[in-house]
């Protein structure tokens, strides 16, 4: 046997090295059973069971001010709340990457026109607007029309209802992000009305435009519902984090 002091020390390095390489292979096999895990069960619903339900018409528990005052839109005792003129309401919560199920129905009976008819408006972080508008039969700017990313960008096709019927918006956001070079990494809105794509993966930058400030890189916010002064009403309001 050679009991050398070299062939000992070469003895020791290729040991070392065959514990290194069986580590490196149980990381990485770690790593693949992480990708590989089984997705988490849930039940669909709705709302789905992973969702945090923001308004089941009960109550405006989940749901304040700009102030930070009590929330106090009237709640119609049919599962919906109305817009009544007492400011825009917020999340007490706050939520960065999200999808979220809203369902809205603007009056019945048709007043004004453009931007006066049925306006509200679904603020992600309370910066970014997915507008709500009677977009039916009701011309305005392209990108202020139901669905838009306000001023932002245009709907791909109107999928607008008639006046007083309920729609829904189905809205995946992600918020721009601070990259490692300090530079922000923009964010996205995919947008679907009454189950239609209208929003397909814009970026949100967080550039500087009228109706969406950029207020610096956040993490999270409230979601915000505007009061324009139109009786819009909403129901079923659910939010899943990303
Ligand atoms: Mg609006």
Not at 72 to 88: A, H, I, Q, R, Y
């Amino acid at each position: 046997m050679n009991n050398s002091p070299a062939f000992n020390r070469c003895a020791k390095l290729a040991a070392l090295f065959c514990v290194a390489s069986l580590a490196t292979a149980l990381i990485g096999f770690a790593a693949d059973k992480k990708e590989e895990k089984e997705p988490t069960v849930i039940d669909p619903g709705p709302p789905p069971s992973d969702a945090i339900v923001l308004f089941d018409g009960k109550d405006l528990s989940k749901w304040q001010s700009a102030k930070g005052a009590e929330a106090k839109w009237k709640l119609l005792g049919d599962g919906s709340m109305e817009v009544n003129g007492t400011g825009s309401i917020m999340t007490k919560e706050e939520f960065g990457d999200v999808q979220l199920h809203v369902e809205w129905a603007t009056p019945k009976e048709v007043k004004g026109h453009g931007q006066e008819r049925g306006n509200s408006g679904v603020y992600l972080q309370g910066r970014y607007e997915i507008q709500v508008l009677d977009s039916f039969e009701n011309k305005t700017y392209f990108n202020g029309q139901a669905g838009a990313f306000y001023e932002h960008n245009a709907p791909l096709v109107n999928a607008s209802r008639k006046p007083g019927e309920w729609q829904t918006y189905d809205i995946i956001y992600h918020p721009p992000k601070a990259g490692a070079d300090g530079k922000p990494v923009p964010g996205s809105f995919t947008v679907l009305h009454n189950g239609v794509l209208i929003q397909d993966h814009i970026p949100v930058t967080g550039d500087a435009t009228r109706a969406a400030n950029f207020q610096g890189i956040a993490p999270k916010g409230s979601l915000v519902l505007q009061d324009h002064g139109n009786p819009v009403r909403y129901r079923n309001i659910w939010v899943r984090r990303l």
